[in-house]
C-alpha cells in the first residue's frame, strides 16, 4: 500500500469513526496500520473491558469473531462489527459444541472453564470463562475439591494444571499459531543471543515454556519487557505482537522465535483477515454485524460475569 493510498485511507476512516459515533478496538495481533489508528489496543481481557464501558453507538472490533461476539454479549443495545466476519479462531473451530457437550456429559460433576477462544455456545455450556491474563485466577478461585473441566486450549490447560497444582481435565485443542514454535530453534536463538529473556505465551507448548522467562498474555509480555531492564527479547507469541512492544519499549531488541519450519514470522491467518479498506467498509456500511439470538447471550454472558466477579471484584456496566 503507497503512503499516500494509506492516508486517504485514514482519513475516511477518522470522519466515518466521527460520523458514525465509533469506537476502534485492535488486538495486539492486527497489522501495524490498524493498531496505530485504533482507540484501544489490547489483549482478549483488556479489550473485553473496553468493551463493556464504551459508551459510543458503534463498536468496530478489529480482532477475530469471538471478540467481536463478547463485545456484543456485553453491549446488546449497540452495533458491533468485525471488519471481516471470516476471521474465525483455530481454538474455537477445532470444538465444534455438539462434540464438547458429548464430553462434557462424561463429567457432569466438573466445574466448566472455558478459554475465550471459544463460540458462544460452549460459554453457554460453561461456569466460568477466562482470558490468558487471568485464567491462573479462574481456577484458584474454584474450589479444591472440585474437578475442572478445561477447553478448548490443551497447551494453556497444562501450564495451568502445572501452575497450579490442580488436575485438569482438558479438551484436545491448540492454537495453531503457538503451537508451532520450535524448542530446537529456540534453544539455538538463546546461544545467538545469550542473556537474552524468553516471553512466552501459555498457548506454547511445554518444550518452549520450559525455556520462559516470562509466561503470560499478550499484555503481560508487553508490560515485562517494558519494565525489564533487559535490552533483548525472544518472543513466543504471534509476530504481529512486536509492533507494540517497539512502540512501548523503543530501543530494545525483540526477535521472534522460529517455528518448526524455521521461519521467523508466524502470523494468525485469521487475524490477517482484517484490512485498513475493510474497516473503512465496515464503518461505512455497518456491515458484517454481530447479531446473536437473545437466550444463547444471556447464557454465555453468564461464565463471562462469574469470570469478571472473580477477577474484578464486580460485573462491568456498559456505559460505566
Not at 460459554?123 to 487471568?134: E, F, G, I, L, P
Not at 488436575?167 to 542473556?195: A, D, I
Not at 522465535?257 to 474497516?279: D, F, Q, S, V, Y
Request: hydrophobic fraction near 40%; proline fraction near 5%.
Amino acid at each position: 500500500m503507497t503512503t499516500e493510498i494509506r492516508d486517504d485511507l485514514e482519513l475516511e476512516i477518522e470522519e466515518l469513526r466521527r460520523e458514525r459515533n465509533a469506537v476502534i478496538l485492535a488486538h495486539y495481533y492486527q497489522q501495524a496500520d490498524i493498531q496505530d489508528i485504533a482507540d484501544y489496543v489490547g489483549d482478549s481481557l483488556s479489550l473485553s473491558r473496553q468493551a463493556a464501558k464504551c459508551d459510543q453507538d458503534v463498536i468496530v472490533f478489529c480482532g477475530v469473531r469471538f471478540m467481536a461476539e463478547t463485545a456484543k454479549c456485553l453491549n446488546p443495545e449497540r452495533t458491533v462489527v468485525l471488519p471481516d466476519l471470516e476471521a474465525s479462531c483455530s481454538l474455537v473451530d477445532g470444538c465444534p459444541p455438539a462434540a464438547f457437550a458429548r464430553w462434557r456429559a462424561r463429567y457432569p460433576d466438573h466445574v466448566v472453564v472455558t478459554y475465550v477462544n471459544s463460540s458462544l455456545e460452549l460459554k453457554a455450556m460453561s461456569d466460568y470463562t477466562c482470558t490468558s491474563s487471568n485464567a491462573l485466577q479462574v481456577i484458584e478461585a474454584i474450589p479444591k475439591d472440585r474437578g475442572i473441566i478445561f477447553a478448548p486450549d490443551k497447551n494453556l490447560g497444562a501450564y495451568l494444571a502445572r501452575a497450579t497444582g490442580r488436575e485438569l481435565v482438558l479438551w484436545n485443542g491448540s492454537c495453531m499459531v503457538h503451537e508451532v514454535f520450535s524448542e530446537k530453534h529456540l534453544v539455538q536463538l538463546k546461544v545467538q543471543h545469550p542473556g537474552a529473556k524468553v516471553l512466552a505465551h501459555p498457548e506454547c507448548e511445554a518444550g518452549v515454556l520450559e525455556h520462559a522467562d516470562y509466561i503470560g498474555s499478550t499484555a503481560g509480555i508487553l508490560r515485562f519487557a517494558k519494565e525489564s531492564s533487559d535490552r533483548t527479547f525472544l518472543i513466543g507469541t504471534e509476530a504481529r505482537m512486536i509492533h507494540a512492544m517497539q512502540k512501548a519499549a523503543p530501543g530494545k531488541e525483540f526477535i521472534p522465535i522460529p517455528t518448526t519450519t524455521g521461519c521467523a514470522c508466524n502470523e494468525c491467518p485469521h487475524m490477517m483477515r482484517n484490512t485498513m479498506e475493510k474497516l473503512r467498509d465496515c464503518l461505512r456500511d455497518l456491515r458484517p454485524e454481530i447479531t446473536i439470538d437473545d437466550d444463547l447471550r444471556r447464557a454465555a454472558l453468564r461464565p463471562i460475569e462469574a469470570m469478571f466477579e472473580v477477577c474484578d471484584g464486580a460485573v462491568p456496566t456498559a456505559g460505566d
